[in-house]
DNA sequence: ATGTCATATACGCATATGCGTATGCGACTG
DNA sequence: CAGTCGCATACGCATATGCGTATATGACAT
């Protein structure tokens, strides 16, 4: 028994299409993140960036685990093989675009930088994962 | 300059987050066909296949080229790699679904045997093409 | 217990999407 | 040149989607 049901195409190109969905996955490549860093870099209101990882995981590409007050997102591989290689595929392409790029570079100063965002002191920092796209 | 523009993510998706626009790429994978075909294979009304083959030409997946009263669809291939790439394994993740599978029995049928579905009486045959996905 | 923090959800709104029906339009036919 | 054929588009409608604001929930701190 798989841990998840198998994506269908239509459930996971409705996913992938939406921009604010497409940077969350981007900032998701390679590691678990908890919600506020997501609200400091793309720099919108929480409950926005809830909804759209709330819909990304009920289509079955990311998961969520709880730690205290927080919830740590990562991407989820997909069951079956064609929808994991077209989402692996879609984190390359997004690693070339230069707002996904100019968010990763704001994910490292928020976590490493001495002037962090403000959204994010106490936080959990980000948990290095095996990124599905490239790194 | 670019026969085409490159295809942004987000376009690309969303032309493929739809199971009628799905169905149509899938007929069109190997072969360049006109709208009756379409019609007749999915078996709905001409204008819901015109609107959405008109979408997919928005989106840059799809060329039309006119040949008296018929217009011929086929798949135009993207400019970017990334999108051509991730066009090509939605195809070939196509060919696996019992539906498309079917869709294409009814086109093959609509072309070769005794008894031609109606709608395309007098419609000119298919054209083989280069394949992008599975064929 | 009370307050605060991180996150999720409810709500109302504006816009987008997909649909069927009706109609427009160019191309061929008599 | 009137009619028909293949296709595209306009229109009205129902539903879906995304948004910001407000509020609920659950965990931790005091």
Known sequence: MPRSARISAEVLFRALADRTRLRLLNLMNGQELCVCYFVGVLSTNQPKI???LAYLRRAGIV???KDGKWMHY????PPNDAAAKILKQTL???AHDPEMRHDLTLLNKACCSPNALVEIEGAPPPIPMQPLGAA
């Open 92 to 94: 390359d392409w997004l």
């Open 74 to 77: 990562r991407i989820a591989v």
């Open 63 to 65: 998961a969520a685990r």
């Open 50 to 52: 809830s909804r759209h």
